[in-house]
DNA sequence: TAAAAATGTAAGTAAGTGCTAACATAACAA
DNA sequence: TTGTTATGTTAGCACTTACTTACATTTTTA
């Protein structure tokens, strides 16, 4: 089927993209690892760097996490961070592939970069930065940027993600997924309430 | 001199491996950028890779941040968060080209990467730990651990780093650096303090 | 089943790219 | 000055890579 052979090629390229940069990636490997003939893949694509785009198109628009909003209101707000913690680092690495090409490729294609990471980091800032506003509106919350605020949470995540779970090998890790969204949200959390006078402990 | 072309080599192989990669910058352009001929390139370093070996090794030993400890005594605990900050953030950039070889191109070297990696981060997160554990012991922070806490703030401005100071214009940053330090800082003074029971406001 | 569309095979082209060989020239140390 | 060392110039080799041409074969569609 016609549909079937572009996917595999889209996500043979995908794979080999992301592992060995566009130059690394050939587009013989990328072929034989789509189980098609190369010249398939120049009829279905014309060019690598046509391929290259319809594959950044094709996997940049993701499901979105609008789900996640309405949920949080009956957590705590300790709960709620856990939750878009835990939901932003699973879709990280769910798209890590598009993720690290996106890292690797920036000065090549900066624009198809930025829309990726537009994709990727855009809403869920818009999403936690709405959520931060609400509960300041409610004085649960003390004043600061909002935008500020989730890319400040987002970023310690997104710089975790980097240094462990992209990174190669396994034994590199510092500490277990768990332990260090319990203490990134803990800071996160104490650093933004607001404290009223009678403060346990 | 022979020195002087040396370093012109290793310069200009810094410059084009963080533009256009390892495969993307060839001898040629190298030696074209570096003033000499592509001959003593090879004369001076025999193949590519060991090109890129010397440069890796010549670049990630960088002058460290100890200087940075004694003085954080005499400064409030925000202004001294505030200044690794800023230290960390004028490293980043001084050191820019050698962080984007580094995501580039961490899968083909991997033990290159992550000693560049080491050389870059593991220190100032062992020197900021340590002044968190100094300030636990004296009862100004809660209790959490020095370390993940070291990443966290760290982290927060790696990723402001990567997707601003890195990214391509400028026209794209989302707030300036001082406001971005200033709110960072602000949330994890509040999320590390040990709050008293007289807590104004 | 017959026409049409998609894919495979094989061979090859043009343009790089890392790297080498041969020889000439310039700078410097003795 | 003379011999040595560093560098330049030019040509080229062996190999890879994106991409093409021509034709055969399979799969899908009507």
Chains 1, 2 share one sequence.
């Not at 794979?15 to 279905?44: N, P």
């Not at 961070?81 to 090409?101: C, P, T």
């Not at 500490?175 to 404290?195: N, P, Q, W």
């Amino acid at each position: 089927m016609a549909k079937d052979t572009r996917e595999k090629i889209l996500e043979a390229g995908l794979r080999l993209f992301s592992e060995k940069g566009y130059l690394g990636a050939t587009t013989k490997e990328i072929a034989q690892k789509a189980g098609v003939a190369e010249l398939t893949l120049f009829r279905h694509f014309t060019t690598k760097e046509k391929l290259f785009e319809e594959m950044m198109s094709a996997y940049s628009f993701l499901p979105a996490l609008k789900g996640l909003l309405p949920g949080l209101k009956e957590m705590s707000y300790e709960e709620a961070l856990a939750e878009i913690a835990g939901s932003f680092l699973k879709r990280l690495n769910e798209r890590r592939h598009l993720v690290r090409i996106m890292q690797r490729e920036i000065h090549l294609y900066p624009s198809k970069a930025r829309q990726v990471y537009q994709n990727l980091m855009g809403e869920i800032v818009k999403t936690l930065a709405s959520y931060f506003r609400e509960l300041q509106g409610k004085g649960v919350l003390r004043e600061f940027s909002p935008e500020l605020g989730a890319r400040a949470f987002l970023g310690m995540f997104f710089s975790y993600f980097n240094t462990q779970e992209l990174a190669v090998s396994e034994k590199y890790r510092f500490a277990d997924r768990a332990s260090v969204v319990g203490e990134f949200v803990g800071i996160f959390v104490k650093g933004t309430v607001l404290i009223k006078r009678k403060q346990e402990i």
